[in-house]
């Protein structure tokens, strides 16, 4: 089964994908995106592309566990990406995994611009293996 996970930002939206059989995520683009119509049209096309079964949204909640404003405009964006493409969304909690994006790619020498330029999908590849390892038997 093939996921796309999204990692919402204010600015940058990271994307990621599975291999077809949904076991190991991959980094696929960043969209540089603010207005959350755009975006949805910008996810649509990528989703019509590459025709994923399910869309995992991280939802970034507060480290107690509770959820914020921004959890509120993450399934605001889910309701409008599952409605224009009729796609199933799911949530997946997302606490930290910039944090640990960061650290990956400090371990691997990434820095500056291109650090900038692909922490978020770095980001949605940790949110959708979170999502694989937590589903899979």
């Known amino acids: 089964m093939k996921l796309m996970s999204i990692d919402y930002g204010d600015v940058r939206t990271g994307i990621?994908?599975?291999?077809?059989?949904?076991?190991?995520?991959?980094?696929?683009?960043?969209?540089?995106?603010?207005y959350m119509p755009k975006l949805v049209d910008k996810l649509a096309e990528i989703i019509e592309k590459e025709k994923p079964e399910?869309?995992?949204?991280?939802?970034?909640?507060?480290?107690?566990?509770?959820?914020g404003y921004r959890c509120d405009e993450c399934r605001e964006l889910g309701a409008a990406v599952s409605e224009k493409c009729g796609v199933e969304v799911v949530y997946q909690d997302e606490r930290l995994t910039t944090v640990m994006a960061h650290n990956v790619l400090s371990d691997n020498n990434v820095r500056g611009k291109k650090r900038k330029e692909t922490v978020d999908a770095v980001s949605a590849v940790m949110i959708l293996q979170s999502y694989i390892d937590k589903n899979s038997n």
């Open 16 to 34: 990621a994908f599975s291999d077809i059989r949904g076991i190991l995520a991959s980094p696929y683009t960043v969209i540089n995106e603010s």
């Open 54 to 67: 399910k869309v995992i949204i991280g939802l970034p909640r507060n480290m107690d566990g509770t959820y």
